[in-house]
């Protein structure tokens, strides 16, 4: 078991998701569709990695912003039992509402979200310098964008540090600036979109080898495929797991969850991705990202 001194720290986002599952066709201009369910919950790449870190026993904490509006306070309650420690939110007016709808359809999904204020919480120093801690994870790129000295300050404090690019369609394709941005980064966790929009590249192997140029450990999420991880002394493969897949909402930040808890553990490339994707496939089968035990 992870002591107290193996804390990890999620930084990013918090969004309440709205999802829709069981939709006949997606949404078209002047037309109406109707979901079979209705699913409300904390989302955002930061929440969802700290809440399958948590329900895996490992001691996290969640950086992140959070409005004062009615629809913020609504998730409180799953915040609250999520087992995450919450004493680096801020609460500020300028936060919320920040809305997730996620529109599901035969397992996948497209979204719309909206960004409310800052992404920098007031509480960021005093995080990175809280005692116990051992990992960042920043949740999206967007976030190291607003923030770009978070990577350098994170290792000033002797904390490790990884990143879920978490698609944007304005900064995915930066080219060398997007890398330049990511210096100091142990450990990358695209997708395989991702992957191939940074690199340019399609198969798998050539994008490992590409991204490995810029990061000392990657691991690439390839959805039904499983995911493939390298670094500059070890490659590993997995295949996904046989579940049923309700909702994808977060499973490639479940995974993030898995293979960090066990990267830090034991350095192990292929027991990581074995553990990404045990968090992953324990997402997909529910609706929403974080451990169904924590939603509404």
């Not at 060398?176 to 798998?204: K, M, Q, W």
């Not at 499973?251 to 293979?259: E, I, K, L, P």
């Not at 066990?262 to 045990?278: D, H, K, P, Y």
Request: some cysteine.
């Amino acid at each position: 078991m992870p002591s107290a001194r193996d804390k990890v720290l999620c930084l990013g986002r918090t969004y309440c998701d709205i999802i829709f599952t069981g939709l006949p066709e997606m949404p078209m201009l002047g037309r109406e569709r109707f979901a079979q369910d209705v699913t409300i919950a904390a989302g955002g790449g930061a929440y969802i990695a700290a809440a399958h870190l948590a329900s895996l026993g490992r001691p996290v904490a969640l950086l992140t912003r959070l409005g004062t509006d009615p629809l913020s306070r609504s998730l409180d309650p799953e915040l609250e039992a999520s087992g995450i420690d919450l004493s680096f939110v801020e609460r500020s007016d300028d936060a919320g509402p920040q809305p997730t709808v996620a529109l599901v359809k035969d397992g996948e999904r497209a979204f719309v979200s909206r960004r409310a204020g800052a992404s920098r919480p007031a509480t960021l120093q005093e995080a990175l310098a809280a005692p116990g801690m051992r990992h960042l994870h920043i949740a999206e790129f967007a976030t190291l964008n607003d923030i770009p000295g978070v990577v350098a300050a994170a290792r000033s404090h002797g904390l490790t540090v990884s990143l879920d690019p978490s698609w944007d369609d304005r900064l995915i394709r930066q080219g060398p600036d997007f890398f330049e941005a990511c210096r100091g980064v142990d450990l990358f966790l695209p997708n395989l979109e991702e992957g191939e929009a940074l690199t340019g590249e399609h198969s798998v192997e050539a994008i490992l080898s590409r991204l490995k140029r810029h990061f000392p450990v990657v691991a690439l999420k390839l959805g039904a495929q499983g995911a493939a991880a390298a670094s500059a002394s070890a490659q590993a493969s997995a295949g996904a797991l046989p579940v049923e897949v309700v909702d994808t909402t977060g499973a490639g930040d479940a995974f993030n969850a898995g293979f960090l808890h066990v990267w830090l553990q034991t350095g192990s490339l292929q027991e990581s991705l074995a553990a990404g994707i045990r968090s992953g496939a324990l997402s997909v089968q529910s609706p929403g990202g974080a451990p169904a035990r924590h939603r509404r």
